[in-house]
Protein backbone atom coordinates (compact mmCIF):
# COMPACT_ATOMS: atom_id res chain seq x y z
CA UNK A 1 0.00 0.00 0.00
CA UNK A 2 1.19 3.60 -1.06
CA UNK A 3 2.46 5.76 1.97
CA UNK A 4 0.38 9.30 2.72
CA UNK A 5 0.45 11.45 -0.55
CA UNK A 6 -0.23 15.19 -1.31
CA UNK A 7 0.52 17.36 -4.09
CA UNK A 8 0.13 20.90 -3.14
CA UNK A 9 0.22 23.58 -5.86
CA UNK A 10 0.08 27.12 -4.53
CA UNK A 11 -0.10 30.69 -6.34
CA UNK A 12 0.28 28.97 -9.45
CA UNK A 13 0.85 31.75 -12.34
CA UNK A 14 2.26 31.12 -16.00
CA UNK A 15 3.12 33.68 -18.87
CA UNK A 16 4.11 33.37 -21.98
CA UNK A 17 4.85 36.23 -24.81
CA UNK A 18 4.81 39.60 -24.06
CA UNK A 19 4.42 38.47 -20.32
CA UNK A 20 0.65 37.71 -20.92
CA UNK A 21 -0.91 35.65 -18.53
CA UNK A 22 -2.14 31.86 -19.30
CA UNK A 23 -3.10 31.74 -15.65
CA UNK A 24 -2.64 33.19 -12.37
CA UNK A 25 -3.20 32.10 -8.46
CA UNK A 26 -4.15 28.64 -8.64
CA UNK A 27 -4.06 27.20 -5.52
CA UNK A 28 -5.39 23.55 -4.89
CA UNK A 29 -4.20 20.04 -3.13
CA UNK A 30 -4.75 16.91 -3.78
CA UNK A 31 -4.91 13.78 -1.58
CA UNK A 32 -4.00 10.02 -1.64
CA UNK A 33 -6.59 7.80 -3.67
CA UNK A 34 -7.44 11.18 -6.07
CA UNK A 35 -7.73 11.39 -9.48
CA UNK A 36 -8.04 15.39 -9.89
CA UNK A 37 -9.67 16.87 -13.46
CA UNK A 38 -7.92 20.05 -15.02
CA UNK A 39 -10.76 21.31 -17.40
CA UNK A 40 -11.14 24.69 -19.65
CA UNK A 41 -11.58 26.22 -22.75
CA UNK A 42 -8.64 25.68 -25.39
CA UNK A 43 -6.10 27.90 -24.63
CA UNK A 44 -6.52 28.40 -20.73
CA UNK A 45 -3.78 26.23 -19.92
CA UNK A 46 -5.02 22.81 -18.73
CA UNK A 47 -1.21 21.55 -20.61
CA UNK A 48 0.67 24.15 -18.88
CA UNK A 49 -0.85 23.64 -15.96
CA UNK A 50 -0.29 19.75 -16.25
CA UNK A 51 3.10 19.92 -17.41
CA UNK A 52 3.98 22.14 -14.38
CA UNK A 53 2.40 19.81 -11.93
CA UNK A 54 4.91 16.77 -13.55
CA UNK A 55 7.53 18.80 -13.40
CA UNK A 56 8.52 18.91 -17.38
CA UNK A 57 8.00 22.59 -16.93
CA UNK A 58 8.68 25.71 -14.98
CA UNK A 59 5.82 28.34 -13.56
CA UNK A 60 6.26 31.69 -13.57
CA UNK A 61 5.44 32.70 -10.11
CA UNK A 62 4.01 29.80 -7.59
CA UNK A 63 5.24 26.23 -6.00
CA UNK A 64 4.46 22.60 -6.46
CA UNK A 65 4.78 20.82 -3.33
CA UNK A 66 5.31 17.03 -3.65
CA UNK A 67 4.50 15.46 0.12
CA UNK A 68 5.16 12.21 1.58
CA UNK A 69 4.51 11.48 5.07
CA UNK A 70 3.98 15.14 5.77
CA UNK A 71 7.87 15.63 4.48
CA UNK A 72 8.24 17.95 1.38
CA UNK A 73 10.51 16.03 -0.92
CA UNK A 74 13.36 17.21 -2.49
CA UNK A 75 13.27 18.29 -6.44
CA UNK A 76 15.97 15.80 -6.95
CA UNK A 77 14.26 13.51 -5.73
CA UNK A 78 10.95 13.86 -8.02
CA UNK A 79 11.97 12.10 -10.67
CA UNK A 80 11.53 8.49 -9.97
CA UNK A 81 8.10 9.21 -8.28
CA UNK A 82 6.40 10.60 -11.13
CA UNK A 83 4.82 9.14 -14.76
CA UNK A 84 4.18 10.75 -17.06
CA UNK A 85 2.10 10.67 -20.43
CA UNK A 86 1.31 12.25 -23.40
CA UNK A 87 0.27 12.51 -27.11
CA UNK A 88 3.00 15.05 -27.39
CA UNK A 89 5.43 13.15 -25.68
CA UNK A 90 8.83 11.76 -27.19
CA UNK A 91 9.65 8.15 -27.37
CA UNK A 92 12.81 6.64 -29.04
CA UNK A 93 11.66 4.72 -31.55
CA UNK A 94 14.28 3.23 -32.80
CA UNK A 95 14.77 0.88 -30.09
CA UNK A 96 12.85 -1.66 -29.28
CA UNK A 97 10.27 -1.82 -26.11
CA UNK A 98 12.46 -3.83 -24.36
CA UNK A 99 15.52 -1.71 -25.14
CA UNK A 100 13.51 1.33 -24.32
CA UNK A 101 12.55 -0.04 -21.00
CA UNK A 102 16.31 -0.27 -20.04
CA UNK A 103 17.59 2.50 -21.48
CA UNK A 104 14.58 4.63 -19.22
CA UNK A 105 15.34 2.61 -16.09
CA UNK A 106 18.87 3.52 -16.09
CA UNK A 107 18.02 7.46 -16.95
CA UNK A 108 15.34 7.55 -13.78
CA UNK A 109 17.83 5.81 -11.71
CA UNK A 110 15.59 2.60 -10.27
CA UNK A 111 15.61 -0.56 -10.53
CA UNK A 112 14.61 -2.58 -13.85
CA UNK A 113 11.16 -4.39 -13.00
CA UNK A 114 11.50 -7.17 -15.90
CA UNK A 115 8.73 -9.15 -14.70
CA UNK A 116 6.17 -5.99 -14.49
CA UNK A 117 7.11 -4.72 -17.98
CA UNK A 118 6.52 -8.19 -19.36
CA UNK A 119 2.63 -8.32 -17.60
CA UNK A 120 2.13 -4.76 -18.55
CA UNK A 121 3.50 -5.35 -22.50
CA UNK A 122 1.16 -8.47 -22.20
CA UNK A 123 -2.06 -6.65 -20.82
CA UNK A 124 -1.26 -4.01 -24.00
CA UNK A 125 -1.40 -6.98 -26.46
CA UNK A 126 2.27 -6.41 -27.14
CA UNK A 127 4.34 -9.01 -25.91
CA UNK A 128 4.96 -10.28 -29.46
CA UNK A 129 6.13 -6.93 -30.47
CA UNK A 130 8.50 -6.74 -27.79
CA UNK A 131 11.62 -7.32 -30.04
CA UNK A 132 10.21 -4.66 -32.59
CA UNK A 133 11.53 -1.62 -33.62
CA UNK A 134 9.13 1.30 -31.69
CA UNK A 135 9.07 3.25 -34.96
CA UNK A 136 7.44 0.24 -37.13
CA UNK A 137 4.50 0.63 -34.52
CA UNK A 138 0.86 2.35 -34.81
CA UNK A 139 0.06 5.70 -33.56
CA UNK A 140 -2.03 3.69 -30.86
CA UNK A 141 0.74 1.11 -30.19
CA UNK A 142 3.21 3.77 -29.71
CA UNK A 143 0.89 5.23 -27.04
CA UNK A 144 0.68 2.01 -25.19
CA UNK A 145 4.25 1.64 -24.96
CA UNK A 146 4.30 5.33 -23.73
CA UNK A 147 1.86 4.34 -20.82
CA UNK A 148 4.28 0.82 -20.16
CA UNK A 149 6.73 3.35 -19.81
CA UNK A 150 4.94 5.43 -17.07
CA UNK A 151 3.79 2.50 -15.19
CA UNK A 152 6.63 0.53 -15.47
CA UNK A 153 9.02 2.69 -12.52
CA UNK A 154 5.68 2.15 -10.21
CA UNK A 155 5.82 5.88 -9.69
CA UNK A 156 3.48 7.88 -6.76
CA UNK A 157 1.94 10.54 -8.57
CA UNK A 158 0.91 10.14 -12.49
CA UNK A 159 0.06 12.49 -14.63
CA UNK A 160 -1.81 11.92 -18.27
CA UNK A 161 -2.91 14.86 -20.52
CA UNK A 162 -5.79 13.30 -22.75
CA UNK A 163 -5.06 10.26 -21.85
CA UNK A 164 -7.69 8.30 -24.28
CA UNK A 165 -5.76 9.93 -27.27
CA UNK A 166 -4.80 7.41 -30.08
CA UNK A 167 -6.24 4.78 -28.22
CA UNK A 168 -8.77 2.05 -29.48
CA UNK A 169 -11.41 0.94 -26.75
CA UNK A 170 -10.01 -2.41 -25.63
CA UNK A 171 -6.53 0.29 -25.06
CA UNK A 172 -8.92 2.66 -23.23
CA UNK A 173 -10.00 -0.19 -21.13
CA UNK A 174 -6.84 -1.11 -19.80
CA UNK A 175 -6.03 2.08 -19.10
CA UNK A 176 -8.95 3.03 -17.04
CA UNK A 177 -8.18 -0.53 -15.31
CA UNK A 178 -4.73 0.79 -14.39
CA UNK A 179 -5.86 4.29 -13.50
CA UNK A 180 -8.39 2.67 -10.82
CA UNK A 181 -5.67 0.74 -9.75
CA UNK A 182 -3.52 3.27 -9.20
CA UNK A 183 -6.25 4.88 -6.95
CA UNK A 184 -6.93 1.90 -5.08
CA UNK A 185 -3.43 1.58 -4.01
CA UNK A 186 -3.31 5.34 -2.95
CA UNK A 187 -1.44 7.05 -5.45
CA UNK A 188 -2.34 10.33 -6.55
CA UNK A 189 -3.29 11.20 -10.25
CA UNK A 190 -4.21 13.89 -12.19
CA UNK A 191 -5.58 14.34 -16.08
CA UNK A 192 -6.07 17.36 -17.89
CA UNK A 193 -8.72 16.43 -20.32
CA UNK A 194 -11.98 18.40 -21.89
CA UNK A 195 -13.65 14.98 -22.83
CA UNK A 196 -16.33 14.08 -20.87
CA UNK A 197 -15.10 10.03 -20.48
CA UNK A 198 -12.16 11.21 -19.18
CA UNK A 199 -13.46 13.61 -16.59
CA UNK A 200 -15.98 10.28 -15.30
CA UNK A 201 -12.68 8.73 -13.73
CA UNK A 202 -11.80 12.44 -11.75
CA UNK A 203 -13.16 12.78 -7.71
CA UNK A 204 -12.31 16.53 -8.08
CA UNK A 205 -12.12 18.86 -10.95
CA UNK A 206 -10.55 22.94 -11.23
CA UNK A 207 -12.24 24.37 -14.74
CA UNK A 208 -9.51 26.97 -15.97
CA UNK A 209 -10.71 30.09 -17.80
CA UNK A 210 -9.22 31.78 -20.83
CA UNK A 211 -7.05 34.56 -19.57
CA UNK A 212 -8.20 37.91 -21.75
Do not use: W
Not at 60 to 72: A, C, L, M
Not at 109 to 114: A, S
Not at 183 to 191: E, L, P, W, Y
Amino acid sequence: MIRNLQLKAKDLSKSFYLNRPIFSNISFGIEKSEIFGIAGENGSGKSTLLKILAGVSSPTSGKVDFIIDENIIEDSNLFELIGFVSPYLNIYEEFTPIEHFRIASKIKGFKQNKELELNLLKEFKLLNRRNDPIKTFSSGMKQRVKYILAFSSEPLFMFFDEPYTNLDTEGIRIVNELIRSHKNKGGVTVIASNDDREKLLCNNIIELKKQN
